[in-house]
């Protein structure tokens, strides 16, 4: 067997059901699940009508690359979602659809690490812990970004030592992050890039999350719109990665994509060509009309701006918690250690959350989850709701 598998943590999740064995809710409360970020909203029937208008093209195989529609569709969002110069995006050369963002975050780090320099993959911590395996599997080691409420929760790159630096070939951000829904600015990201140039390394800025915001006026930015801004129109070093699960309520679709530097694009689509991973024809066709529509994905801020109002409202008075930048997550901080808080939390209100020490390591002497739970408000208005005014319960007999 592959030496690196052994490197692996258990998945969050696991975790989880281990930190909840043995313990028995309250059987006269329905359970609450927060603690997976998968969309509940209901899949738009449009994109289910072109799922079964297209299932005749099963027949076919799919190309790696995607259809030429798929990719135009998604070049001319990318430019009106993003203002990108025209003709700064060729769908033929700048754009690649991907099953989902998983497995391209993980794959895109085994087709560009070079696992003969001794390399270092940087990322967030708390994290997505993709990134981390992603590492390992490469043959790097991963170096921890701690995000904490003194850095407003997104990582402080003038504390990385240029020999951290001269060691990296790949950096993982997650704008909005997850779990902590942070934002990082035009001109964080532009610093970024000025530091790629400075020590040779791709970003990969993992964007899932960047239509879900409160403003309306106020979209994120991301990676590639920054690079347009300071003249890099060829996105040199800058790779992002989007997908449909969150934005347009899909997540089992697993239909994303990754768009930038052309070059590395080029050797990655390589990659996939062996790797296995192309869309199927339904799921192209779905993804196509998914990418032309926005109707939905308005809806879909609005659901989830009602949910994080009421929330807020109930547990603010007695939680360290605020409204994340973007995501659909609340990254709140506990009275009591992060783990104790979730068992209490199932075992007497029937509600689950994630512990944060669950998504991050112990880096540079500490842990910066610890002592959080996320909060993902993806269940209906009603449940959400409900599963505030238990928490608040419960943290009233805490304190």
Request: include cysteine; hydrophobic fraction near 40%; charged fraction near 20%.
């Amino acid at each position: 067997m592959n030496p690196d598998l052994y490197r692996l943590h258990s998945y969050p999740f696991e975790k989880l059901t281990e930190l909840k064995a043995g313990l028995t809710p309250p059987s006269d409360k329905a359970h609450i699940a927060l603690s997976i970020g998968e969309p509940k909203h209901a899949t738009p029937a449009f994109i289910l009508a072109e799922i079964n208008a297209h299932l005749s093209q099963l027949s076919q195989y799919p190309l790696t690359k995607g259809t030429p529609v798929l990719r135009e569709a998604i070049t001319q969002w990318l430019k009106k979602r993003f203002a990108l110069p025209v003709g700064s995006i060729d769908p033929e050369r700048h754009v690649l659809p991907v099953s989902g963002t998983r497995e391209a975050l993980f794959s895109f780090a085994q087709a560009v690490i070079d696992r003969r320099e001794q390399p270092l993959v940087m990322m967030p911590n708390p994290f997505y812990q993709i990134y981390e395996g992603a590492a390992f599997l490469a043959g790097a080691e991963p170096y921890f970004l701690n995000t904490t409420p003194e850095n407003g929760y997104l990582p402080d790159f003038s504390a990385v030592p240029p020999s951290v630096f001269q060691r990296t070939q790949l950096l993982y951000i997650c704008t909005p992050g997850n779990p902590t829904g942070a934002v990082m600015s035009e001109a964080a990201l532009q610093e970024l890039i000025a530091l790629a140039d400075r020590h040779d390394f791709i970003i990969a800025s993992d964007e899932c999350y960047s239509e879900l915001y409160p403003d309306e006026a106020h979209p994120p930015t991301g990676l590639l719109a920054a690079a347009a801004r300071m003249g890099r129109t060829n996105y040199e070093r800058c790779v992002v990665f989007h997908s449909l699960s969150k934005r347009s309520n899909v997540p089992g679709l697993r239909s994303g994509f990754v768009a930038g530097d052309a070059r590395i694009l080029e050797d990655f689509l390589r990659y996939r060509t062996y790797h296995g991973c192309a869309l199927s024809p339904p799921t192209q066709a779905a993804s196509v009309a998914a990418w032309r529509d926005e109707a939905h994905v308005k809806r879909n801020r609005d659901l989830y701006r009602e949910k994080f109002a009421a929330v807020l409202e109930i547990l603010q008075p007695v939680m360290d918690v605020r409204a994340p930048d973007a995501s659909f997550y609340l990254w709140a901080r506990t009275p009591i250690d992060d783990q104790q808080f979730t068992q209490r939390l199932f075992a007497e209100q029937n509600v689950t959350v994630l512990p944060g020490s669950f998504l991050s390591r112990s880096a540079h002497g500490v842990n910066p989850g610890a002592n959080h739970v996320r909060m993902a408000l993806v269940a209906s208005v009603q449940e959400c709701v409900e599963a505030a005014h238990r928490i608040r319960d419960m943290i009233v007999t805490i304190n």
